[in-house]
Every structure is written in structure tokens, then in C-alpha cells.
DNA sequence: CACACCCTACTTTTT
DNA sequence: GTAGGGTGTG
């Protein structure tokens, strides 16, 4: 703590405004790169310091990662601290989840809840849809399970209205509610719930909320720009306006990504005028990018209306210009960039872990690896919560949830089946029937009033299945170790995949689904040696909220493949942004509205800002989607970059025709070319130059001679004579009119 | 209950 | 184009 006034002294003056500010709300614009981190660590040691007791600050993040982060960083600076007690640094939904627990009987579950993640919502409302007659509609359910989540995103429960046509068409308008009941009969709450219910249990009892306050009178809010209005709502209970709060909310208006999700830009554009009197600091100088990056970045998100208006500067300079390439294809843009990063790594000293290739979907990913792979560059894809939804883990975990939550309809039906114990459809709709019109769960109607007309290997397979469960709650109870527990819960399942492992067709695949349920219980094994004491339902609840891109970023040594929304928050010294075409980014889906194209905007910005020192941007002249390949003009983003920023533009260095001349000038994304119809799809138009005996050249094929012009279903086609490979119709647009010095290239 | 085949659907995805 | 799910059959 001693050295906490030296350290406020490195920092800027705005950084130094923000860790000062004493009361009140107050809105740090923290631009990205700006040391917001930092900010908001020392503003939470330095409120330690003078006084305020740890225990009264509440800082709220979004991910394990930041609040992992957060809370050591603090405590880093008040170690040795006087006071015990450390500030209560937790994401919204571990909060939520901890209140639920504790107010769980007013919602008509215990404390032993189970939370449902999208998948078990799915599974639930085909159980919704069964019981109101209208058989599993699985395509549907899926469809429901988004209107329910962005209705408590939105702070409030469905309403039949919003359900989708198809649903309402089938009779279906019941759906939202009966879900509901099931939930509760499951005792179980979707991540929805746990802001939304909290919420609304503070909207419903002041004196709650009053004790509440009275606990946390400092509140903290990490990236404020990604909140719904359900924790809008929360906050105004935690920290109403009028009270003129200790509320602290951090963000980049700029950042603001998860739209899609139910986050509300809206929230921190008018923070201001939801807290009267709230104090603006704007952290604008840079420390992660060069000169050229930031200046194309701000550039660009100056297009945006919808923001508060930041500028991001650095000290250092300008650094590497911007390079923009353009290539006839995706897989020509993987191969160059696979050949870049092995320049880069080979002539610049950087290693391929300094290296990120960020992508708008995960789908641009393939031709990237297999070029990547091809290059024998190491490279991973990182992208989140696989292991956790892999089918094996799935039914082991259903196992778990059961022993902990019996009520747990969805982790029944999974984990009876887990493996196959005769216990089939038939004898599930039976018992779900029974239950149905007792109103009580699977497992109670069968602990209760025994097995109603179940009968031969079917209620022997049940017998043995539930009798598995309660031994297993026995030893739990006996003082057993959820451990030890767990192994003996999973013997028939791993037995099982043990059998499909050794066996020669099972393959590697059934090695790795055998090795998944080993790790998982090694999971839990490490997470009470880290938390002594720690109950298989904590355990379980971690699982759900801790996903794998909290413990995701070790790439070691490897090329980082990742979506943008992925990079968020990381940074790199060299990326690659890729696939910028009209349709891939911004996305087709974001073409519908000027907000929409904002958010695409943003996700730019946040793509461009995760790099330190060099910035690669690609597009390709065409991008197949799913069968059709579609001609794709560069991304309206390219255009918006300032030419001071960019490298001059040099011609692809893959499919050169020798001693080329292209029979069309490649845009720069500044030029007039940009907008005009070089990438207009004619369908038949005959390109100048192209005419039958021209010499052309194919990235592929080489040189060849054009034989016949002619059209296919959507593009001018040429019939090419190639001397390797015959006559071959080609779509024009892969063509490049070559210039042979004047003989004929049959010579 | 396992396997095969067919049909459909398909952005992003902090928790 | 492909993967995953749902259906139908052995």
C-alpha cells in the first residue's frame, strides 16, 4: 500500500481523475488499450485506503477472467493490508446465482437448484410442447428458447405475442408459461433467470433492496457497455439515481459488441441521463497500438452516430502502415497469409504465438487451418465451452446434477439413457405421464408411489438407475468425497466407454469420449483441491459459469485462429483480419438496419484495436457460402480507412501470371474504383479484352487460350484451352488476360 | 437399441 | 457443402 501514491502518480491525468473520484456516479470511457484494468484496480485500493471497509465494495464483470483478474490485481495493491475483508469482485451471473440461492424458497426452489444452460432449455421445452399435446417440436423449441432469453434480457417475462408465428399457428401460445412451470418443477433456473429474478425480487421487496445497498454502497460495473436492461434494472435497485450512488461504471460505448445478445448500447450512451450529475472521464491515450492503427480505428468508428465521441492517441509513433491485399479467393487469402506469417516469423524475429487471425464466424475458419497446417505453422482455433458440450461430458454431468438436484427432469432423462439400460422412450413417456398429472418430477413420482406399470427389463434398468443415485447421495451424506463419489456414479458409463475404446471400431474417437470423462472428474478433483471443502453442486455451478474461454487464451506457441467477439479484451502484436467482404463484414445479417451496421462497425473497431504493432486486413473477390459461391465486394470498412494508414498497395503475390498484366486494376480501398461496378455481377457481361484467342491466365491452371465465350447459370463463362489439362469452362472473373510477347503460347 | 440414411439448416455466443 | 439430427428399419 505504501507505494499506491507513487504508483498514482505514473498515471495520466484522466486515469488519475478517475482513480480519484470520490462520490457519486461516475462514467469511465475507457478506450481500448487504455489501461482500464489498472484504473479500475487502483480506484478500488485507493477507496481501501482511505477508509472505505473491502467488504462494501461490490465490483460486477462480465467474465471469470476479468473478475479472476480483477480481484488479484487489487489485492496485489492492499497486501499487507490493514483491514481484512477483500472487496466482493464477482460477474453478474455467479451474483445472481449466489442471491438465488439464498432467496430460493420465494421462487419455489431450494438451494439446491440446478441451472440450465441453452441446451437443457431446449430439451425442457420439447417437454413443454409434449405435455401441451403437440408432440416434441424440436425445430421450434429452439426458436422459443430465443424469444424467452431476450425477454428476460429485456427484464420481463415472455409474452405469448412475441412467440414465434409457427408456434402460435400450432397452438403453442401456452409454451412460455408451461416452461416455467417445468423449470420450477425442476427446480432448476436458466441463465436468464439469474438476473431477471433477482431484479425482480428487488423491484418487489424495497426493504431487501434497502439491505442490499446498505451492504455494497460501492458499486462497480466492468464493461457497462455490454449490459442488458435486466441488469439495468438491478443496478437501479443497487444503486438508485436519485440516492446520487457510489455507482462506477467502466466501458467503451465503441466496444459495444453483444447487441445480438440483448446488451443495450443504449445504456451507457445515456448513463448520464439515467444518473443525473454522473462525472465523465474519458481514457483516450493508448498504450497497446501504434500511430497508423489507432488512427485508422478511430477513423472508422467516427462513421458511427450512435456514440459519446472518444479519440484514441499514443505517444509513440506511427509504426508499420496498414496493409490491405485482395485475393481472387479464400483459399488464395489463406495460403498468402500462411506464407506472411512464415516471412514474419522467419525475417522478424516473431514467433507464431504473437500472430492472431481474427475472423467474423467461426465457418472462415477452414481454409485458414488447412493452409496454416499445410505450412506447418502451428496454429489453434480457439473457440469456447467445447469440452463442457461434448455428449459424454454431457451425460456424465447429468449423473452429477441428479445426485445433487433429483428433481432434475432434463439430467434424467439423459443420464438414464447413459448408457442404454432398457429404459427406453416408451418407458420415459410412461413415467413423464405419471408425473405430469401428479405435478411432481420423474424422480419423485418414483421414490414416492413406486414404479406405475413399469415392468420387466425396462423396471429393472430403473431399479437399478435410481438405486445408483441414492447410493451415491448416501455416500455423500456418509462424508464420501464428491470425488470419490463421482467414480464410482460413472463406473457403468466409463465401463462402457472403456468397451467402445478398446474395441477396434470404436477408433480414436472413443478413446478421446473415455478420456473426456476421466478429465472431467480430474476436474473436479483439481477444483476442491483449489477450494477445500467445496460441494459437488458448487462444482457443478462453476462448471456452468466458467466457460472455456476463461482459461482458453494458451495458444503456447501456436498462431491464435478466433472469432472477433472471441478477441475481445486480448491483444496481439501482429493480426490478420480477415474475409472483409460486404455480407461477411459486416455480416449479411446486419444489413437490415443503420444499428446493426453500427455493431459490425464496432466489431471492426474491436478487431483493428487487439493489434500492437501490424495490421493485415484481406478480402476476397468472392466467398463461397454454404453451396453458391457469391461474388462479395470488399467491406464499406475498407473504404473508410484513411490512405495516410495504409501501405501502398502491391499486387498479390500467389497466381501471378509471368510478366503478368491483370485485365483489371486491383482497388485500392480508397480509390474511385472502390464503389464503382468492378464488382458488380452482370451475370453475362463480357469483360474487354476477353474474346475468343485471347491468352489468358488462371491462379491454377496457368496459361491457356480462350476458345469460345459463353454463359453459365450466374456468370460469363470462357472455355479455355490449357495445355496441362485440357479444355475447361471457366467463370470469367478467374481469368487474367495475359500478355505473351506477341507469338502464340502453342509455340 | 443400434445403425443407416435422408433431410434440413446454417452469425457472433461473456454467463 | 457438410454436419447434425430425426426418422425408419434390422
Redesign the pocket.
Known sequence: MADLSTTLEALNPAQRAAVLHATGPLLVLAGAGSGKTRVVTLRMARLIRDGVEPGHILAL??????AAEMRARCLALVDGGETGGTPVVS????FG?RFLRAHAARLGRTEAFTLF??DDQVALL?RAFVSLGL??R??EA?GVREVIDASKNAGRTPSPTELPPEVLAAGGARIAEVYETLLARANAFD??D??LRPAELLDADPALAARVRSRYPWVLVD?F????AAQMAWLRALAPPETCPNLCVVGDDDQ???G????DVDNILGFARHWPGATIVRLEQNYRSTGHILDAANAVVAHNRARLGKSLFTVDGPGEALEVRDFPSPREEARWIATRISALCRDDGLAPSDVAVL??????S?DLEEALRASRIPAVML???SFYER?EVRDALAWLRLVVNPDDDVAFRRAV?A???????T?LDRLAAAASSAGCSLSALSAGRGLPAVKGPAAE?LRDFLSRLEAARLELSAGATPERVALHLLEPLHQRLRGEATRR?GGEDARARLENVERLVAALHAFRRERPGATLGDWLESV???????DLETAGGAVSI?????A??LEFPVCFVVGLEEGSFP????EGTDG?VE??RR?FYVAMTRARRRLVLTFCRER????EVRRAPPSRFLAELPSACLAPHVEPVRSEPPRARFGRTLPRPDDALFRDETYDDHGGGVEPGFRPGASVWHGELGQGRIVALGRGANAATATVEFPSVGRRAIVLRFLSLYEDSGGHWED
Open positions: 464483470t462480465f467474465t471469470n477472467k476479468a460477474t453478474f451471473h455467479a446465482a444452460d441453452d420439447k408432440g416434441e424440436a425445430s429452439r441463465f436468464g439469474l438476473i464493461e457497455q455490454d449490459t442488458n459495444s459488441i453483444y445480438w445478445r440483448g446488451a475472423l467474423r464466424t467461426n465457418a472462415l477452414l473457440r469456447g465451452r455428449a439413457g448408457p442404454p439400460r432398457g429404459v427406453g422412450e418407458t434398468g471400431a456452468r459459469l466458467i466457460s472455456d474461454a476463461d478466433l472469432t472477433v467477439h472471441a475481445k479484451g455480416h449479411r445479417r446486419g446493426d455493431e459490425e466489431l463461397r457460402t454454404f453451396a
